[in-house]
């Protein structure tokens, strides 16, 4: 639909006159678009996925609501080759909490955010497919770099390799850019997840934005498109020359976004939008965003939720939850979502040491589920004196 609808207004309108509605338009379709998605959340196909995970091959059942494309993310992770999916029926999304899932381990319901409240109340951990990166750009530079000594060195790699750039709005080096940079780039990295964004979408965005590209030795080695956006502009689609990442390794991406800070400060904004990242505490690009300094938020882009019940917890799930932490949207609120291992000695210094380790400006705290079931909150500002703070996560 989004296609044709660009097609029509592209091929009807002039240049100017385009420039001017779209965003009225994008808006119209979020709109429209979200408003189905809901609709189509209410009547739900409903699956039993069988396979194996972890590193034992342990066999895992999950009950699955959803057609699989918000959860594909996850699954991949947990799953090691495609699991056995039994279809049951198609089931009123309200039912699916009340369901015997006596005989599997979980249970996975893909929604709209809307649907929240009510899964918050069968105990349901409501899981954002993705959460947005901002970054304030009011401080110094300077400020930036001195972040942490991963960005010094970093921004010593910049020096050696003696990156520059450019900002320009033309379409053959957008071309030159999509073919040699996003497409080896995104799906090298994504792999069979890979959600590719087409030439003529990236043409819109253009017509509305600018193409920052990093140069070394006269020759381009990565880009992104920068949508300038009101007031905030969205930085998006970035590309690494044949989708290189000894590049990456060598400070491409970080010469990226130093230039596209330093282009902002040049525009007068304040803040930029960075895009969005999976919601693995300890993803390899959720950390380097980490690093430099960007805070997370609730997505007002993206809307799609994996509300998740485990329903018995056996080695396989255990292992994958401890090794992978999340984000979890506690009712508007993003938190941490830590499971521990029942080896872990003092539950005092595993909540102290997960705020070290994963606190993040925009995180409010963490949520530590024990094996027994039992929940315990804890808050960013005084994480020991929320250790005795329980609630009860239902296993059920």
């Known amino acids: 639909m989004r296609k044709i609808i660009s097609k029509l207004y592209r091929g009807l309108l002039p240049e100017k006159v385009q420039k001017v509605i779209r965003p009225f338009i994008d808006k119209a379709y979020a709109f429209v678009h979200r408003l189905y998605s809901i609709y189509a959340d209410i009547y739900q196909p409903v699956s039993i996925l069988k396979g194996k995970g972890g590193q034992n091959g342990t066999n895992l059942s999950l009950l699955i609501a959803g ?24 089931m009123l999304v309200w ?56 960005n010094r060195n970093n921004f010593r790699r910049m020096g050696k390799y003696s990156y520059e750039y450019e900002v320009c709005f033309d379409k053959g080096k957008l071309h030159l850019f999509y073919h040699t940079m996003y497409l080896p780039y995104i799906c090298s990295r994504h792999g069979k997840l890979t ?6 979408q990236m043409e819109d965005i253009l017509q509305r934005g600018e193409l920052l590209l990093v140069k070394r030795g006269g020759e381009y080695v990565a880009g992104q498109l920068i949508y300038k956006a009101s007031p905030v502009p969205i930085v998006s689609y ?40 999976r919601p693995f505490l300890n993803d390899g690009v959720f950390l380097f965003k980490k690093r430099l300094g960007m805070k997370i938020q609730r997505s007002p882009r993206y809307h799609r939720m994996l509300y998740l019940s485990i329903n018995r917890l056996n080695p396989c ?19 941490g979502l ?51 703070k329980k609630g009860y996560y239902s296993l059920k």
């Not at 959600?195 to 003529?200: G, I, R, S, Y």
């Not at 799930?317 to 938190?335: A, I, R, S, Y």
């Open 238 to 277: 970035l590309g690494v020359k044949d989708g290189n990442f000894d590049l990456v390794k060598q400070g491409a991406v970080f010469a990226l976004y130093y230039y596209t800070i330093l282009w902002a400060k040049e525009k007068g904004y304040t803040k930029l939008d960075f895009g969005h990242c």
């Open 67 to 90: 057609k699989r494309k918000d959860s594909a993310f996850l699954l991949n992770k947990i799953y090691h080759e495609e699991p056995e999916a039994t279809k049951l029926k198609r």
């Open 338 to 388: 830590l499971f521990v291992q029942k080896d872990d000695p003092s539950i005092k210094e595993v909540v102290g040491a997960s705020n070290r380790k994963h606190s993040i400006p925009g995180l409010a705290g963490f949520t530590v589920v024990l094996p027994d079931g039992t929940k315990i909150e804890t808050s960013k500002r005084n994480p020991k004196e929320d250790v005795g």
């Open 317 to 335: 799930l255990e292992q994958f939850f401890t090794n992978n932490p999340l984000v979890h949207d506690d009712m508007g609120v993003l938190k």
């Open 95 to 150: 039912k699916i909490p009340f369901f015997n899932r006596a005989e599997v381990n979980a249970t996975l319901i893909e929604a709209d955010r809307c649907f929240s409240p009510f899964f918050a109340r069968q105990g349901f951990f409501a899981i954002p497919e993705w959460v947005l990166f901002t970054m304030d750009i009011s401080i110094p530079i300077e400020k930036v770099i001195r972040l942490c000594e991963s």
């Open 195 to 200: 959600v590719l964004t087409t030439l003529n």
